[in-house]
T-cell receptor, first 115, second 112 residues
Framework: DAMVIQNPRYQVTQFGKPVTLSCSQT?????MYWYQQKSSQAPKLLFH???????NEADTPDNFQSRRPNTSFCFLDIRSPGLGDAAMYLC??????????????FGPGTRLTVL | QKEVEQNSGPLSVPEGAIASLNCTYS??????FFWYRQYSGKSPELIMS????GDKEDGRFTAQLNKASQYVSLLIRDSQPSDSATYLC????????????FGQGTILTVHP
C-alpha cells in the first residue's frame, strides 16, 4: 500500500544534541510538509517542499532545517533541541498541480522527547 | 478572531446518535475544506474533503459546506465508541495558497 513512513517513531535526545527525523513516501507526491504538534494543539506548519523548492514559514525558528534529497525522502534537522521542542513531528504529503495543493496525508509521526 | 474556529467541545453523544461538529473560517477566498480524525497519540487521518457548497456523504460521514456563511460541518451518523477522537477542521486556499490552516479541534466522546 502507498504510504507515508516516518522514522524513528520515538526519539529521545539530550538538550542541545542535534537530531534528524526522516520521512519517506511511496505516494509519488511532489509536495512534502513538516508539522510540529504539541499536546492539545493543532498541527503547526514548519515548512514544505514543492518539488525541490523549499518554503519556510515566517515563524519557524532557525533551529529547524530540512532537506529533500529526492522525491521520496525528506528530513527534519533540529540543530540544538531545547525543552520546548519536545513534540510530535508530523510529515505529510500531497499531490501538487495546477489546481493547487490537494489533500494532505500524514505519516504516523515521530514523538520527540528532550531531556 | 481565529482563522479557523471549531466548537470547543468536548462533545459527548450516546452510541447510535448523530454527532455534529462545526467549523467556521475567516478567509472568504478559501477553496478546500477537510476533516481529519486524530486518535490520542496518533497522527491525523483524512476522513472527508469538500470543495463545493452542499453536502458530501461517505458512509456514516456527511460533510456540509456553506461558503456564503463561511461554515463547514461534519455529521457522524450512528456514532460508535470507535469514533471517539479529536476532529480537526482544516481549510486551504485563499491568501495561503496550498497551506492548511487547522482549527483547534473538537474532542468527541461516544459513550455506550
Amino acid at each position: 500500500d502507498a504510504m507515508v513512513i516516518q522514522n524513528p517513531r520515538y526519539q529521545v535526545t539530550q538538550f542541545g544534541k542535534p537530531v534528524t527525523l526522516s520521512c519517506s513516501q511511496t505516494l509519488n507526491h511532489n509536495v512534502m510538509y513538516w508539522y510540529q504538534q504539541k499536546s492539545s494543539q493543532a498541527p503547526k506548519l514548519l515548512f514544505h517542499y514543492y518539488d525541490k523548492d523549499f518554503n519556510n514559514e515566517a515563524d519557524t525558528p532557525d533551529n529547524f532545517q530540512s532537506r529533500r534529497p529526492n522525491t521520496s525522502f525528506c528530513f527534519l534537522d533540529i540543530r540544538s533541541p531545547g525543552l520546548g521542542d519536545a513534540a510530535m513531528y508530523l510529515c505529510a504529503t500531497s499531490k501538487g498541480g495546477l489546481a493547487g495543493y490537494n489533500e494532505q496525508f500524514f505519516g504516523p509521526g515521530t514523538r520527540l522527547t528532550v531531556l | 478572531q481565529k482563522e479557523v474556529e471549531q466548537n470547543s467541545g468536548p462533545l459527548s453523544v450516546p452510541e447510535g446518535a448523530i454527532a455534529s461538529l462545526n467549523c467556521t473560517y475567516s478567509d472568504r477566498g478559501s477553496q478546500s475544506f477537510f476533516w481529519y480524525r486524530q486518535y490520542s497519540g496518533k497522527s491525523p487521518e483524512l476522513i472527508m474533503s469538500i470543495y463545493s457548497n452542499g453536502d458530501k456523504e461517505d458512509g456514516r460521514f456527511t460533510a456540509q459546506l456553506n461558503k456564503a456563511s463561511q461554515y463547514v460541518s461534519l455529521l457522524i451518523r450512528d456514532s460508535q465508541p470507535s469514533d471517539s477522537a479529536t476532529y480537526l477542521c482544516a481549510v486551504r486556499g485563499g491568501t495561503s495558497y496550498g497551506k492548511l490552516t487547522f482549527g483547534q479541534g473538537t474532542i468527541l466522546t461516544v459513550h455506550p
